[in-house]
């Protein structure tokens, strides 16, 4: 297992690390498959290996929600593993030799998302209308990084909405989005059009489209970050599984990284199953899958609805959430 770098943090962040004994104690809860297995046997479990090696012991039609976060097409580093960029075909080969297989998994309901960049897309694209009924294609705002000087700064990153079949679950009122009102309208009798009267401000509640500029890349101060160099927000994953499954119901990561997908599926009622080559990511998942005992808020979703971004009033923000970093220092070396 590839140790931690130790790093000087400022006083009020709040990522999530790991210490040595918390690392040990967690190692012990990865799992390996190398038989066929049955779908109990790895519900609700982090599956330590490389997806190729994995994916022929993993049973047939057990999964209803498929999330897919693989390398975008590009050279990066990912703890102790390395992805190299390589062409457009290429990369379209390289998903071509493991995504039609994993499919296999999926119920004929099921649904599956895909992410991607601007550079890896097109071959996504190309790959799911082969295996499956794409239905949209999400561009979500990653307002995060350095601008660019001679090109338009990269701030957005796409996710392929896809499903096995015409028979498949999308429960529309469970990801409406709470936008303040800016000109709040009104009939000639004075009363609202489309919105609200709140205590604490004048709401309208909007129907989900697939542009999401609500979102806040993980970074220092916010409770749900690791030092992973790729992880995606819980709020992102919460949208997702809330329109594409119900409770009770599996959802895959297959490229699991820091188990958000896992941490917000136990969060809402969901099972999970996650799959990850690096450990330190896996034993990172665990730490988070546990802490999510204690508390089970989703930073940006309260009352049933998504809100816009640093729109939620803090009487509104649940208790948990605001006493989230009470709770980490419970897991330093107690696990």
């Known amino acids: 297992m590839t140790p931690m770098k130790e790093r000087i943090r400022a006083p009020r962040n709040r990522t999530i690390t790991l210490s ?6 967690f190692q012990k809860k990865l799992i390996r498959i190398s038989r066929p297995v049955a779908p109990a ?3 609700n479990r982090a599956i330590h290996q490389d997806l190729f090696d994995a994916l022929p012991w993993l049973p047939s039609g057990f999964v209803d929600l498929l999330f ?7 050279t990066r580093r990912f703890s102790s593993n390395t992805f190299q960029e390589r062409s457009n075909e290429e990369y379209k080969v390289w998903l071509e030799s493991w995504l039609p297989d994993l499919l296999r998994v999926l119920k004929p309901t099921a649904s599956v998302y895909l992410c991607g960049d601007w ?9 799911a209308e082969k295996n499956l009924l794409v239905r949209n294609r999400i561009t979500w705002e990653r307002e995060k990084g350095r601008g660019a000087k001679t090109n338009w700064k990269n701030c957005s990153e796409d996710i392929w909405f896809c499903t096995v079949s015409e028979n498949y679950h999308f429960n529309v009122d469970a990801v409406k989005l709470k936008r303040r009102v800016i000109a709040p309208y009104t009939d000639t009798g004075g009363h609202p059009k489309d919105w609200q009267r709140a205590e604490d401000g004048d709401y309208r509640i909007t129907h989900p489209s697939n542009i999401w500029t609500d979102l806040s890349v993980p970074f220092w101060s916010m ?3 690791t030092d992973h160099p790729t992880q995606k927000p819980e709020k992102l994953l ?8 119900n409770p009770g119901e599996v959802i895959l990561d297959p490229f699991a990284g820091s188990g958000t997908t896992a941490v917000v599926a136990k969060k809402l009622g969901r099972k999970y199953v996650g799959i990850e080559i690096d450990e ?4 990172l998942a665990e730490k988070r899958l546990a802490l999510a005992d204690e508390v089970k808020t989703i930073q940006g979703y309260a009352d049933g609805f998504f809100w816009e ?3 939620l009033p803090e009487r509104r923000r649940p208790k948990g959430e605001r006493e989230r970093e009470d709770i980490l220092p419970l897991f330093n070396g107690n696990v």
């Open 20 to 25: 040595a004994d918390e690392a040990a104690a």
């Open 41 to 43: 046997e790895i519900e």
């Open 68 to 74: 897919i976060d693989p390398p975008y097409n590009l």
């Open 119 to 127: 550079r890896s897309s097109a071959a996504i694209h190309l790959v």
């Open 223 to 225: 409770p749900e970050n």
């Open 238 to 245: 919460a949208k997702i599984i809330l329109a594409s499954s």
């Open 280 to 283: 330190t990511f896996c034993c």
């Open 309 to 311: 971004r640093n729109s």
